[in-house]
């Protein structure tokens, strides 16, 4: 799928209109010495960097299995995922992959390893995704998740997962764990 399929105009609706210091509105100009246009203010001088917004994820493991959750919410609302989302100002990675798995699932987990970093340039998104331990399998939908299911690696929902991350890091661990 294009990332204008996915996102729609999802990726453009971020990006800046006026300036945050002054409030004019931004030009988009090739600065000198840099190799690509940016965000501009011509009354202030100000430039408006775009930068990726950072995620950070869990695949939680219990007895070989992985949780995954359906999304209940766009984008890609009824596909599959593991619990994740953005890192929120005050925590670190780490973190925000155990506060995921606590909202979305409702399960704590003890983080065994980085999987993968993973990024997507149309959204702007850069992907932390560890493995975690979960010692109480009782897993429940957050408000963000129609459903949860454990799945062994044979049985994962390959062609309904949420995005390409997702699947490489499914795949990675499914790697890993085979080795």
């Known amino acids: 799928m294009?990332?204008?399929?996915?996102?729609?105009?999802y990726a453009s609706a971020r990006l800046p209109q006026?300036?945050?210091?002054?409030?004019h509105p931004l030009q988009l100009v090739r600065?000198?010495?840099?190799?690509?246009?940016?965000?501009?203010?011509a009354a202030c001088g100000r430039i408006h960097y775009?930068?990726?917004?950072?995620?950070?994820?869990?695949l939680p493991v219990h007895e070989g299995r992985v949780l995954l959750l359906r999304r209940a919410i766009a984008p890609r609302a009824?596909?599959?995922?593991?619990?994740g989302g953005f890192i929120e100002w005050g925590e670190t990675a780490e973190q925000a992959a155990m506060r995921e798995a606590r909202e979305e699932?409702?399960?704590?987990?003890?983080l065994a390893g980085v999987i993968g970093v993973y990024s997507r340039p149309g959204p702007g998104v850069i992907i932390a995704v560890?493995?975690?331990?979960?010692?109480v399998p009782s897993a429940r939908p957050g408000p963000e998740a129609?459903?949860?299911?454990?799945?062994?690696?044979?049985?994962?929902p390959w062609d309904d997962l949420a995005f390409d991350t997702t699947e490489q890091a499914l795949r990675d661990w499914v790697a890993r764990r085979d080795r």
């Open 105 to 110: 699932v409702g399960i704590d987990v003890t």
């Open 31 to 41: 600065p000198h010495g840099e190799e690509r246009e940016r965000h501009w203010c």
């Open 18 to 23: 006026y300036c945050s210091a002054c409030g």
């Open 146 to 156: 129609s459903e949860v299911v454990w799945f062994s690696p044979e049985d994962i």
């Open 130 to 135: 560890w493995q975690g331990a979960v010692a």
């Open 50 to 58: 775009v930068n990726p917004t950072p995620v950070a994820a869990v």
């Open 78 to 83: 009824g596909t599959w995922v593991f619990p």
């Open 2 to 9: 294009t990332e204008e399929g996915f996102h729609g105009s």
